[in-house]
């Protein structure tokens, strides 16, 4: 006799769709069958049984220039659970008096009371620490602690690191048995660029686009791939969305280097043209911005080919005042999205491009949670944690940001018809979403230790 079976509905396996019964004993799947026995049943019929997402890309309160983003640890996991994300990856930001493993410590000290799903670290290493390797002498604590990603920067000031710097940094993760996530843009170009448009009297969000040329991304993601080759360094290229970029992707893999890319949303779904040339532009600033709708075919023509491994958010909030600035050099980059991602990839993906069911489900759940270490995530199979989402694909839902419980107080996909949302979301066999309402508790979210050598 199971505690709880989930019946009638249509599970989404790593082997494919099938009409079974699944069965939680505790916080594990224990079956997939038919007429299994349970205390307790859940109906699913007509709906589609899938894992809880996993995110591995998301910054909740995080610092910035002063600001800090919108969503907290509480309010950003909230949305994730009610858009069916049961795991997120954020990540630890070293100052320069802090070692990597203080920065950790007082990271889990902010997150630990307050999550509503499980959540992991990803490691930034900023440019004082790559300065020197006995500056990365905490990598192997680092890694022994669960935290197996280092987030490097090839852009940004206080974060870029150089071509040696890299190289050293890379090597000192790879020894250590962790993996390199990368932002990959050429950075010291794009400031001289960016200085240049705004001396030249260009402030409009469209040049943040014109000054950021996917050519300069995809040569950054070709030298970043090199350098990982030399260091025999596992890599991921965060956020691509245009397709030099990708090419550079493909072009590494075939040539047997250990590497894998995510997009977003916002790049599957927004262009530069309709949205930074628009009068609300200043919102859609992230970096890589908006690109092409060339590119954004692109992005679905990877995905249904697979040379795009998996979907993030890169759920960075900011209020709308917040990205009120004078100039495009100044807003923060950064867009709202971690409660949505299943919904819109699974209507604009599925539904309209014909996307199969297995690549949604894997690109938003499995891949992130076997290429991050997650080793009982993101699969309905037997002795996973039941992190589970029941899915109405015949719910009929207008996004809205005052519907959401995303504390920003606008969504790049205000006023967008989706059909298809999860209507009931369990945490390790508990039901913490009910009727597309929150019904858990802050604080019930664990921190996953990840190991990618296993």
Same mark, same amino acid.
Not at 154 to 171: E, F, P, S
Not at 394 to 408: C, T
């Given at each position: 006799?199971?505690?709880?079976?989930?019946?009638?509905?249509? %599970?989404?396996?790593?082997?494919?769709?099938?009409?079974?019964?699944?069965?939680?004993?505790?916080?594990?799947?224990?079956?997939?069958?038919?007429?299994?026995?349970?205390?307790?049943?859940?109906?699913?019929?007509? $709906?589609?049984?899938?894992?809880?997402?996993?995110?591995?890309?998301? #910054?909740?309160?995080?610092? %910035?220039?002063?600001?800090?983003?919108?969503?907290?640890?509480?309010?950003?996991?909230?949305?994730?659970?009610?858009?069916?994300?049961?795991?997120?990856?954020?990540?630890?930001?070293?100052?320069?008096?802090?070692?990597?493993?203080?920065?950790?410590?007082?990271?889990?000290?902010?997150?630990?009371?307050?999550?509503?799903?499980?959540?992991?670290? #990803?490691?930034?290493?900023?440019?004082?620490?790559?300065?020197?390797?006995?500056? %990365? #002498?905490?990598?192997?604590?680092?890694?022994?602690?669960?935290?197996?990603?280092?987030?490097?920067?090839?852009?940004?000031?206080?974060?870029?690191?150089?071509?040696?710097?890299?190289?050293?940094?890379?090597?000192?993760?790879?020894?250590?048995?962790?993996?390199?996530?990368?932002?990959?843009?050429?950075?010291?170009?794009?400031?001289?660029?960016?200085?240049?448009?705004?001396?030249?009297?260009?402030?409009?969000?469209?040049?943040?686009?014109?000054?950021?040329?996917?050519?300069?991304?995809?040569?950054?993601?070709?030298?970043?791939?090199?350098?990982?080759?030399?260091?025999?360094?596992?890599?991921?290229?965060?956020?691509?969305?245009?397709?030099?970029?990708?090419?550079?992707?493909?072009?590494?893999?075939?040539?047997?280097?250990?590497?894998?890319?995510?997009? $977003?949303?916002?790049?599957?779904?927004?262009?530069?043209?309709?949205?930074?040339?628009?009068?609300?532009?200043?919102?859609?600033? $992230?970096?890589?911005?908006?690109?092409?709708?060339?590119?954004?075919?692109?992005? =679905?023509?990877?995905?249904?080919?697979?040379?795009?491994?998996?979907?993030?958010?890169? #759920?960075?909030? =900011?209020?709308?005042?917040?990205?009120?600035?004078?100039?495009?050099?100044?807003?923060?980059?950064?867009?709202?999205?971690?409660?949505?991602?299943?919904?819109?990839?699974?209507?604009?993906?599925?539904?309209?491009?014909?996307?199969?069911?297995?690549?949604?489900?894997?690109?938003? $759940?499995?891949?992130?949670?076997?290429?991050?270490?997650?080793?009982?995530?993101?699969?309905?199979?037997?002795?996973?944690?039941?992190?589970?989402?029941?899915?109405?694909?015949?719910?009929?839902?207008?996004?809205?940001?005052?519907?959401?419980?995303?504390?920003?107080?606008?969504?790049?996909?205000?006023?967008?018809?989706?059909?298809? =949302?999860?209507?009931?979301?369990?945490?390790?066999?508990?039901?913490?979403? %009910?009727?597309?309402?929150?019904?858990?508790?802050?604080?019930?979210?664990?921190?996953?230790?990840?190991?990618?050598?296993?």
């Amino acid at each position: 006799m199971h505690d709880l079976v989930i019946r009638n509905g249509q %599970l989404i396996t790593p082997s494919g769709p099938i009409l079974a019964d699944l069965a939680i004993d505790n916080d594990r799947i224990a079956a997939i069958g038919l007429q299994l026995n349970a205390e307790r049943d859940l109906d699913a019929s007509g $709906c589609f049984v899938i894992p809880g997402g996993v995110d591995c890309h998301v #910054h909740l309160q995080m610092r %910035l220039s002063g600001l800090t983003s919108t969503d907290s640890f509480e309010s950003g996991t909230v949305a994730a659970a009610t858009g069916g994300t049961t795991t997120v990856i954020d990540f630890t930001d070293p100052q320069p008096e802090q070692s990597l493993m203080e920065a950790f410590c007082h990271r889990r000290s902010e997150a630990d009371d307050s999550v509503a799903v499980d959540y992991g670290l #990803h490691m930034s290493i900023p440019t004082w620490h790559a300065s020197a390797e006995d500056r %990365l #002498h905490d990598v192997p604590n680092a890694v022994a602690a669960g935290c197996a990603t280092f987030k490097l920067y090839q852009a940004y000031d206080r974060m870029q690191l150089d071509d040696v710097a890299l190289l050293r940094t890379m090597r000192a993760v790879a020894s250590a048995g962790g993996a390199v996530v990368l932002h990959s843009e050429t950075g010291p170009l794009l400031d001289q660029l960016r200085a240049d448009a705004v001396a030249a009297g260009h402030n409009e969000p469209i040049w943040h686009e014109r000054t950021r040329p996917a050519t300069l991304e995809a040569s950054a993601v070709q030298r970043a791939a090199e350098i990982a080759a030399l260091a025999n360094c596992p890599l991921h290229i965060f956020h691509v969305g245009a397709a030099d970029p990708l090419t550079q992707v493909t072009a590494a893999r075939q040539r047997g280097l250990d590497i894998t890319a995510e997009t $977003c949303p916002h790049y599957l779904l927004l262009t530069a043209a309709d949205h930074l040339a628009a009068s609300d532009g200043h919102l859609y600033i $992230c970096a890589p911005p908006l690109r092409s709708p060339s590119d954004r075919h692109a992005m =679905w023509r990877a995905l249904h080919d697979g040379s795009i491994d998996m979907i993030s958010t890169d #759920h960075c909030p =900011w209020t709308s005042s917040e990205k009120q600035q004078p100039s495009f050099a100044d807003v923060p980059g950064g867009l709202p999205g971690i409660e949505s991602r299943l919904s819109l990839v699974h209507h604009f993906g599925v539904t309209e491009r014909e996307l199969p069911l297995t690549t949604w489900v894997s690109t938003c $759940c499995t891949a992130p949670a076997r290429r991050m270490g997650l080793l009982r995530k993101g699969a309905l199979l037997p002795g996973y944690d039941a992190d589970i989402v029941i899915f109405d694909p015949d719910r009929e839902k207008r996004i809205r940001s005052k519907d959401l419980n995303e504390a920003a107080d606008w969504t790049p996909y205000e006023g967008v018809n989706v059909v298809g =949302w999860p209507r009931t979301v369990l945490l390790r066999g508990t039901e913490i979403v %009910l009727d597309e309402q929150f019904a858990g508790l802050p604080g019930q979210g664990r921190y996953l230790h990840r190991n990618l050598l296993s």
